[in-house]
């Protein structure tokens, strides 16, 4: 049995029970530490689609959220055909997958979601294709293997909140599963994928400290972070900022009129200077804390619109994992009283000799 490319179990238990998938993903890791493989050559499961792959046909990866499909385009160079499946401004929460993403689900040779239900209404066929013996892997498996690491939601449902691309450090540990999967699946390129990792994971680290740094330049008093839900505790903890978000840790509960109401008492006592909107988020619930404000004699401005679940358009600097980082943070930092250049300029700056 080889449990490096069977998802099966990976998956459903990650998604059912906690305890059961941590210690599935070790025995995983065991296994591969014991050479396991399932690339184009081991494979013998007779799955024409995971069986042909070689260096002449790129092979498909298909990811969910755009933060994953970014990674990994970063580290498959032009080995492999890379699709996403949720486009930018769209809330994973809520997404359904369509018929034509069943298709390209099916056509996948591997595929990668971040897990911790996320992605809630792909399970299902996420599990199909893990059950049919293709590589399905959670990038967030190294990261369920430390349990002190995740932040559960507020009250009684204990769910783990999904969000942990927020902090850069949390999200380099997706990093090394990618390219782990990659190298299973085509080990001829594999000294690539290690190489194009390491390089991708010296930029996440420099990201890491630009945000920890800019973060800090908020004056203490005003280091809160008031979102449309709570997409940014991660965040909020690993550069130290208070974080609220108005909906919890998943778009599917709406917020009550009384959350808006306490929301509200607290900016106007904190008398905190902005708040912010979300790309994937309707701002219909930041408007209303914005005029709850106002009706207690207290402006708030809207410092924003932050990416929380979904990246910027394709194309654009804002549509990268980095980008996407480098844009919240810097907004943070400036509609709150710090100070921030951009990660981007900073980059350039240490880049260019003149400066
Ligand atoms: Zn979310």
Redesign the pocket.
């Known amino acids: 049995m080889n449990l490096t490319c069977g998802g099966k179990s990976t998956l459903s238990n990650q998604s059912m029970n906690f305890g059961k998938w941590i210690l599935s993903s070790s025995i995983a890791i065991a296994a591969t530490l014991a050479l396991a493989s399932c690339g184009p050559g081991a494979s013998d499961a007779g799955d024409g689609a995971a069986g042909e792959a070689s260096a002449e046909r790129p092979f498909k990866v298909v990811s969910t959220v755009g933060m994953i499909t970014d990674v990994v385009r970063n580290l498959v160079g032009e080995h492999a055909e890379v699709e996403g499946l949720i486009g930018e401004g769209v ?3 809520l997404y359904k997958p369509t018929r034509g993403d069943l298709v390209k689900l099916r056509e996948a040779d591997i595929i990668f979601y971040n897990g911790l239900l ?1 992605e809630g209404q792909l399970t299902d066929a996420l599990e199909a294709q893990a059950a049919a013996g293709k590589p399905v892997r959670a990038v967030t498996e190294l990261i369920v293997e430390n349990p002190d690491y995740l932040l559960t939601e507020d009250g009684e449902s204990q769910l783990a909140d ?2 942990v691309w927020m902090d850069v450090g949390g999200w380099m540990k997706g990093v090394p599963v990618i390219a782990e999967a990659l190298a299973d699946f085509d080990p001829e390129n594999a000294t690539d994928y290690a190489a194009n990792a390491a390089a991708y994971l010296e930029k996440l680290e420099r990201l890491d400290a630009y945000a920890e740094r800019v973060i800090a330049t908020i004056p203490e008093n005003q280091r809160v972070l008031v979102t449309a ?3 940014f505790r991660y965040l909020g903890r690993a550069y130290g900022i208070e974080v609220r978000g108005i909906q919890g ?3 599917e509960s709406e917020a009550g009129v009384r959350d808006l109401e306490r929301l509200v008492d607290f900016i106007v006592e904190n008398e905190i200077p902005a708040v912010f909107a979300e790309s ?1 988020v309707a701002d219909k619930n930041v408007r209303a804390l914005v005029e709850g404000a106002r009706a207690r004699g207290h402006e708030v401005a809207i410092g924003g619109e932050l990416f ?2 979904a990246m910027g358009e394709p194309g654009t600097y804002e549509g990268t994992y980095i980008g996407m980082i480098d844009h919240n943070v810097t907004t943070i930092a400036r509609a709150l009283g710090g100070s921030a250049e951009g990660f981007r300029a900073e980059k350039e700056s240490v880049t260019n000799p003149a400066q």
């Open positions: 809330d994973p929460h996320l999904p969000h839900h709570d997409a840790i998943s778009t994937s929380s679940d």
